[in-house]
């Protein structure tokens, strides 16, 4: 980068800073829900400008652009569908938590079935987020900014933990206003990156203008832009096919969008009305995504087959796709580069104020006020959590490079090992939510049975050599020549499992006399707004018309 580009990201740098320390003056006085959910603060805005901030993060800026770069289009699924994903949970889910007072995804566990899941999933999330989640944002992160920088890759990666920290210190009110600065950087940067890539692709066949440069890449790499895979496609072991809209892909966005702390916890401190509408606010701008994170990708692609940056796209002799977008942000023109750096480093800095946040709330409200000291005060809670956040970023930091997250791309990464326990995490809240027999002992079995039959499927087609699953075509050859069930499919299979084996072990208990906790549910709790039902009709409109045409 050059001192103009610089200049461009320190403007950017000051605006937020100064911001959050406005939002953190504007509100003096704090306590626990203050400072961990922004009680009646938010606005429908910044509810869903935070959802996205916090959502985009490196992952989707460098992982799925590397996606994008090798498998093209298809992995916009983990968007469009996304979108689809938040309309459900906005008429569904959120109703549940706010009737039932739910301000933790552990106090929901506790409600419903007991402390003992509620503890066991407590201490899983907190693992979760910090061994998979901050460490993967936070190394994909300054793995962008050091190719873009030239900085040490150990040295970006304790800035960014830094400027996380400075912003998640002043709670979720600093973080949801900030968010929406974020978002603005994060799509307005976003979109001159994917402007300037179509640009580049048409000037290079000779022409010019970024529609001319999509037509183009779409006659030049039509493999790149079919949404569904065939069973022979190389790439069909990452997504497979039509289990993309009707299996376990849903399991996917549904228990990432309404069962985790990381994302819900932006609504939950708002009232019905205003929680939806910042949930469908972000569902339309979920739609607006791969456009920045996935078409740079495909165009990276298209002038990398050209023989355009051979050699920056390789690593000790092998092509890394997650080098993609830092490579096509340093072709930018001085200035707009600074820009594109700025969204990125927005992207990153928000999700990881958002996740060290989600890490500070289990701890404090879920483990340390429930045993390890009841009677701490507002006060001692929020000094907790501050330093939850200080030591969760110094773990990440500490860990991220010894994980392999650059081995495997870091999107496909984090879905699969999330994906271990997805299933039975999702099987546990669903019939928790509609369900009123569901028992705790069920409940245990989705939470600790379900990680281990995940773990099954993804050995036993190798090692079981079963028939059937390879001439079904459930389980096909990986990049190692190995047998290996697609991990969308396999969550999709333990997530039926689960589901069958809780409804015996629950009925068979309320049978002998156990009774379940079972939350206020009634039907009118789903009855949404009409502005709302037009707004849901037209994303879901949208989500149809595209895989109509890229199908």
């Known amino acids: 980068m050059q001192t103009p580009d610089y200049i461009v990201f320190l ?33 429908w805005w910044a509810i869903g400008a935070s959802l996205i901030a916090s959502n985009i993060s490196a992952e989707q800026f460098i992982g799925m652009s590397g996606s994008g770069f090798t498998m093209g289009l298809a992995i916009a699924a983990y968007e469009w569908l996304a979108a689809a994903t938040l309309i459900i949970v906005a008429v569904f889910f959120i109703p549940i938590y706010l009737k039932n007072k739910i301000y933790t995804m552990p106090q929901f566990l506790k409600t419903r079935y007991n402390e003992t899941v509620a503890m ?24 962008a900014i050091s190719s873009i920088s030239g900085l040490d890759l150990g040295l970006c990666m304790v800035a960014l933990a830094v400027f996380a920290i400075v912003i998640t210190l002043g709670g979720m009110n600093v973080i949801g206003y900030t968010d929406v600065i974020q978002v603005v950087f994060l799509i307005l940067g976003g979109l001159v990156t994917t402007y300037l890539a179509l640009d580049l692709v048409a000037q290079h066949y000779g022409s010019s203008g970024p529609i001319n440069g999509f037509n183009l890449m779409t006659e030049n790499s039509a493999d790149h832009f079919k949404m569904i895979f065939k069973k022979e496609d190389p790439h069909f072991i990452d997504l497979p096919g039509l289990a993309i809209l009707v ?28 929680a939806r509408s910042g949930i469908l606010f972000a569902a339309f701008l979920k739609l607006l995504m791969p456009v920045i994170v996935v078409l740079p990708g495909i165009a990276a692609f298209v002038l990398y087959k050209e023989g355009v940056f051979e050699s920056e796209m390789m690593l000790n002799g092998e092509v890394v796709a997650d080098r993609a977008y830092p490579v096509l942000l340093n072709l930018l023109p001085v ?56 030591i969760s970023m110094i773990l990440a930091v500490a860990i991220a490079p010894y994980l392999g997250i650059d081995k495997k791309g870091g999107f496909q990464y984090i879905q699969e090992y999330t994906g271990f326990v997805s299933p039975g995490i999702f099987a546990m809240f669903i019939l928790g939510f509609f369900w009123k027999k569901t028992t705790s002992n069920a409940a245990l079995f989705a939470t600790i049975g379900g ?30 020549g190995v047998y290996e069930i697609p991990f969308i499919d396999r969550m999709g299979f333990v997530f039926l499992i689960c589901v069958i084996v809780m409804y015996f072990i629950s009925m068979y208990e309320t049978r002998n006399g156990v009774k379940p906790n079972g939350l206020e549910v009634d039907s009118s709790m789903f009855k949404t707004a009409p502005s709302f039902t037009v707004g849901a009709l037209i994303v879901i409109g949208i989500i149809v018309a595209l895989y109509s045409i890229y199908w």
């Open 247 to 274: 299996g376990g892909m849903w399991i996917v966005n549904l228990n990432y969008w309404g069962c985790n702390q990381y994302i819900t916890q932006r609504a939950l401190g708002a009232d019905l009305k205003t």
């Open 120 to 143: 066991i999933m407590a201490v899983f999330w907190l693992l979760l987020y910090v061994v998979v989640n901050l460490t993967s944002i936070l190394y994909l992160g300054a793995l």
């Open 451 to 480: 990680f281990i039959l995940s773990c099954l499927f993804k050995v036993s087609p190798d090692y079981i050599n079963l028939e059937f699953l390879h001439s079904s075509g459930f389980a096909v050859l990986n990049a190692d």
């Open 11 to 43: 403007i950017y740098f000051i605006i937020v800073s100064a911001y959050g320390l406005y939002v953190y003056n504007r509100k003096k006085h704090e306590d626990s829900k203050d400072y961990f959910l922004a009680k009646d603060s938010l606005t």
């Open 335 to 390: 200035g707009l580069k600074g820009l594109s750096f700025a969204a990125l480093t927005a992207a990153v800095v928000a999700s990881l104020a958002g996740k060290a946040n989600s890490i500070a709330t289990i701890f404090t409200l879920d483990i340390y006020k429930k045993k390890l000291n009841p009677e701490a005060d507002e006060k001692k809670q929020v000094q907790v959590g501050r330093w939850v956040i200080i």
